[in-house]
C-alpha cells in the first residue's frame, strides 16, 4: 500500500486561498488504511477547514467525496461531475491519485492535502514500515524476503557494512526521528538462518541495474494482451 501522511492545516489553507467553493475528495483504498485520506479523514478535515475559515471571516462552500480508487481513471467520473461546481479541489490521495483526478479536470486547480511518503505495511495499529521502493528487479527471493535495498539505509546488496551496534543500524541510531531500527542484513542472516538458507549469501549479487527503478525516469508497465 501507499503511505501518506496528511500536510499541516496552515499549509492546506494557504493552498486554498482566494477560492470558496471547494470540493474535498478522498481516496478509500490505501490512505484510508493508514488513516490520512480516506472518507472519515475527509469529513475530519471538512470540519477542520469549515471552522478555520469561518474564524478567518470567509464564507467558503466545502463539499466531500470519496471513491474507492483515485488512481484509476474509470472510478473518477463521480469526482469529476461534483468538481465541475468546485472553484478548486482537494485530494487527499496519494500523489498519483492527485495526479490522476488532475488530469480529468484540465481547467479545475487539484491541490494534495497529503505528503506521499512510501509502499509499506501496516505493521500494527497505528504504525507504518516502508518496505518497498519499486527498484524494478525484486531481490527478495535472495534475501529471505526482506528488502535490502528498502530496510538497509546504504541499500547494500552483498551483506552488512561495519557499522550495526547491538543488531542496530548505525545510520539511524545517529538520528533523533527513528533511531531504533534493526539491521535489515542482521534480519536477512537470521531469517535464512532459520529457513535453513544461508547457501543463498555465498551468491554474490551483481551491480543492481538501477535504470530499471527510478533512476531512469518515469517507468510505465504496458501489457498487449490486457489492450482493449
Ligand atoms: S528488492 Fe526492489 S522490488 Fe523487491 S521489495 Fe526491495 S525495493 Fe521492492
Ligand atoms: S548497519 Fe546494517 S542496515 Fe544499517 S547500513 Fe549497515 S548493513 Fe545496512
Known sequence: ???????????????????????????????AECVAGGRKEVAELAAALRMAFQMAGREVDIRENSVDRQC??????????????????????CGAGVQALAAHLPEIPVFPALNTLFIGETAERGLWLENCRGCGDCLLGLTGGICPVTRCAKSLLNGPCGGPKNGLCEINLARE??????CAWLQIYERLMALGQLDRLMQVARPKDWSQGDAGGPRRVLRPDQRP
Not at 470558496?20 to 483504498?29: E, K
Not at 526521528?177 to 534493526?182: G, H, L, Q, Y
Open 72 to 93: 484509476i481513471h474509470e472510478f473518477l467520473l463521480d469526482v469529476v461531475e461534483q468538481a465541475e461546481s468546485a472553484q478548486a479541489v482537494l485530494s487527499l490521495a
Open 1 to 31: 500500500m501507499i503511505v501518506g501522511t496528511r500536510k499541516p492545516l496552515a499549509e492546506i489553507q494557504d493552498m486554498l486561498k482566494g477560492f470558496d467553493r471547494i470540493l474535498l475528495s478522498g481516496c478509500d483504498t490505501c490512505v
Open 177 to 182: 526521528f527513528n533511531p531504533e531500527v534493526p
